[in-house]
């Protein structure tokens, strides 16, 4: 255990903003961006089963293209980096088997121990919804991994923007998702905010806690 | 800023898992609860416009009658705490204008000069949508809310189980949402793992970086 303070948590949530402007000079370290990959990668998400990817855009030319599908947002090419969350269109059973075949690997369990577990996630998930359902789900299961990012980044001091603002068929052809399969859903813009940034001074506009919180 | 090392975060998530078994005698502290609360407050949603809410269910009788549509999940009545959200069913022009008053109120800014905020709203969420898509983003904003509570938790050294599998009509209906025009889309459960939990000593199954990653 290697737990961090209340305090820390609270002020560092309170310390981030949805960075408007980034200082396109700030570039994320190579070992903070490590950290925050492996954070994506370490997000729960629905039976364990993969169902969406992380697609990093390092392009220069790549991002100028996607910013003309973002409303021209200057966060899209000025941020250090870029993180278009890429949820899976289809689950199949083929890819069920692969993700229980890892889960066989890295559990040294017997491969038929698994399969109440099969059974469980085809008729969840490979049956158990219609295309339109199973894309609403893999979307959902992508927003855990962007909570997480937002909140791992403002951990470390880096800035980060969530931004749904962007044509998502365009962005899948711009960068081939729809050849993997892939369909994107949101994004996040990450660096540092630039001195000039005015967002970066306003008060945080949250609802009072009593009308953000229902007891029963 | 009171930032955190790359190592603690690494370390925590490594540490979290999707606890199954919880000691039934160990509560998190008011101070560490609060804190989680306040954390779940904080979470950055679209437009900055409240469009969930966090429903801590405190009552033991309750969390009885939920587990019953929870499939007897026992984190549902033995977690210290238990946490649905609720996404709103409807975002009402009504509800715009309540955000703008506190936008207004609390950057002191006039209420006029929020006019083209008003119109990008009311044009995007209140008339851009149609009924099934603005739940289906309401429920994705309340999923960044649940990225950020098991994030927060981890860090704390609270353990939390994102959970999907229950009858949301139920739960709106032993809970009383539908009156508040909500809709229980996911819950949490949180507290501290029994020694006995199986899970905990589990090996994480994720997919290989190269699997998870795209880079373009």
Redesign the interface.
């Known amino acids: 255990?290697?737990?961090?303070s209340?305090?820390?948590?609270?002020?560092?949530?309170?310390?981030?903003y949805?960075t408007k402007q980034y200082d396109p000079n700030r570039k994320i370290s190579s070992?903070?961006w490590a950290?925050l990959?492996?954070?994506?990668?370490?997000?729960?998400s629905?039976y364990?089963l993969?169902s969406w990817?992380?697609?990093?855009?390092?392009?220069p030319e790549?991002r100028r293209r996607l910013q003309v599908f973002a409303f021209d947002q200057s966060q899209v090419t000025e941020a250090s980096h870029l993180v278009i969350f890429?949820a899976k269109k289809q689950i199949t059973e083929q890819e069920v088997d692969e993700?229980l075949n890892?889960?066989a690997e890295?559990?040294s369990t017997p491969r038929t121990s698994l399969q109440k577990f099969r059974e469980a996630l085809i008729g969840g998930v490979v049956n158990g919804m219609d295309e339109a359902a199973r894309r609403?789900w893999a979307?959902?299961?992508a927003?855990?991994?962007?909570?997480?990012?937002?909140?791992?980044a403002a951990?470390?001091?880096i800035d980060a923007s969530?931004m749904?603002g962007f044509l998502p068929d365009e962005f899948d052809r711009v960068?081939?998702l729809d050849k993997?399969g892939l369909h994107a859903?949101?994004m996040v813009a990450a660096g540092y905010r630039a001195e000039t940034d005015k967002y970066a001074t306003?008060?945080?506009?949250?609802?009072a806690?009593e009308?953000?919180?229902?007891?029963?």
Not at 37 to 44: D, G, K, Q
Not at 143 to 152: M, R, T, V
């Open positions: 255990m290697n737990t961090i209340r305090e820390q948590l609270i002020q560092q949530l309170n310390w981030r949805a070992e903070d950290a990959e492996e954070a994506m990668r370490l997000t729960p629905s364990g993969p990817k992380a697609v990093v855009v390092t392009d790549v890429a993700y890892l889960v890295i559990r609403a979307a959902r299961q927003y855990i991994g962007l909570g997480n990012f937002i909140n791992s951990l470390l001091g969530p749904e960068l081939g993997h859903v949101v306003l008060t945080k506009v949250r609802p806690k009308d953000f919180l229902m007891e029963v």
